[in-house]
């Protein structure tokens, strides 16, 4: 009995020692920054933030991206990033634009922001109503300027150059309205590319303005603001509308000023033709049944 009695303190002294160990152990393991990973995918940025920081034209430092990554608001978006790769153009109604209902809202947008489109008018050169008409069918005037994260969008497509991540996002895709794996893989390498210097403008643009680049939502491709600007256009195109010394997209007077610099940029002048504005517009998207819509709008909103 004296024995067992005697062995006893040591016996819990090495186990409160296992279990001091391992605590410090777990606490040590939670201090260390992680790179951002999606919830359920093992997949990291790691290779993206060296290509960033290596990339001699974006003149980022390791210290800021770091910053960015290390962060859980960074995350590999299979659901947004998916949707790229199911969408049909050719299937979004846009007859609803046309209807009597909006154009009363798109009336109403003219006259709330009267000053504002007719400063840009004579500024640009450009019709207040294909302005507004572009921000109707963009946002809906801002009621929806996209719910995912344009950083994770942006970083997601990015690292689609990656054949091992590519082959694994493949079989995320929903199989309903998917493209080929044909045209997966084409479109899927060529994105990436253009997602990647997408991102280097985003981040640049952010890190410019003091912005935090998780609270910035947008389209699966990216677009972001009232005027769904691409944050390459954002930084070469997008005017500071309300003169506060920033540039967002996310204010009306700065939207405003930003579709009327763009559609000028591309050629847009006073009295142009149908034909010629055409051709303008389809600059600010590719597709002809979008370019059709706000020419439709732009002829109601006139008479």
Sequence with gaps: MRNVLTLLPDTFSQINNRIINA???LLFVAAIPM?????????????LQTRLINDKKANFTAEQIN???NNPGVFFDIKGVSSYFRHQEGKLNYDQFLSS??????????????ADLLKAEIDYG?????????????????????????????????????KTIRDRFWKKIPKKDRVTRKEYEKKAVRKANWAFKELVAFITYVEKEG?????????????????????????????????????NLFHHEDAIASIA???????WKPGISREEAAKVVYHYNHSSYYVE????????LKT
């Design 126 to 162: 450009v019709d207040k109503e294909v302005i507004t008409a572009i921000m109707l069918v963009e946002t809906r005037f801002g009621s929806y300027v996209g719910n995912r994260p344009v950083i994770s969008i942006l970083s997601t497509m990015a690292v689609l150059e990656d």
């Design 293 to 300: 819509t706000v020419l439709n709008i732009t002829k109601k």
């Design 101 to 114: 209902k909006s154009i009363k809202k798109a009336s109403d947008y003219m006259r709330a922001h009267h």
């Design 23 to 25: 605590v410090l152990i």
């Design 261 to 267: 610099n763009y559609l000028k940029h591309y050629g």
């Design 211 to 247: 912005m935090d680049p998780y609270s910035i939502n947008g389209s699966y491709a990216g677009a972001m603001g009232l005027a769904q600007f691409m944050p390459s256009n954002i930084l070469i195109l997008a005017q500071d509308g309300d003169k506060d010394g920033s540039v």
């Design 67 to 69: 910053r960015i990554y």
């Design 35 to 47: 790179t951002a990973y999606s919830a359920n995918e093992n997949i990291s940025f790691q290779t």
